[in-house]
């Protein structure tokens, strides 16, 4: 066989296999996003009253920064949009918000509010997708002339 046996057709047959496998990965990237934002929200929770010889760590804070943007550049990158990010940074937000205001039956709150390191942490990661949206936001500009 030579490589011109080998080769797949490029021509219009080719198509709706790669649009239909394309849609595939963008929606299999967009649900891939969500539910990482969930459990890296539910991993920050967790971490956010750890502790060190008494001492609050910060660890949920740099979890939250590092973890959010890494979600908001996959999003980004396997929907190919930059309003692909509002879903998992929805998502994300709204689990922070339903934490702070939920009891256990113990009679405890998953974030306190005298927790600093869960209040910064919040800030934080909302902050880090508002701040990968508007970059994305400014790439899609047209560049002044």
Known sequence: ????????????????????????????????????SILSGVLEIFLSPLRAGGVLLGVSIVAAAVGNYAIGWFAHATVGKGSAVALPWALWTLLMLFAAGTRTHEGDYLISGDNWVALVMILVGSLTYALFAYRMIVKSLPSPR
Do not use: F, K, N, W
Not at 3 to 22: F, N, Y
């Open 1 to 36: 066989m030579t490589t011109a046996e080998v080769q797949t057709p490029a021509g219009p047959e080719a198509r709706p296999q790669s649009h239909a496998l394309d849609l595939l990965i963008r929606i299999a990237g967009g649900v891939i996003a969500a539910l990482a």
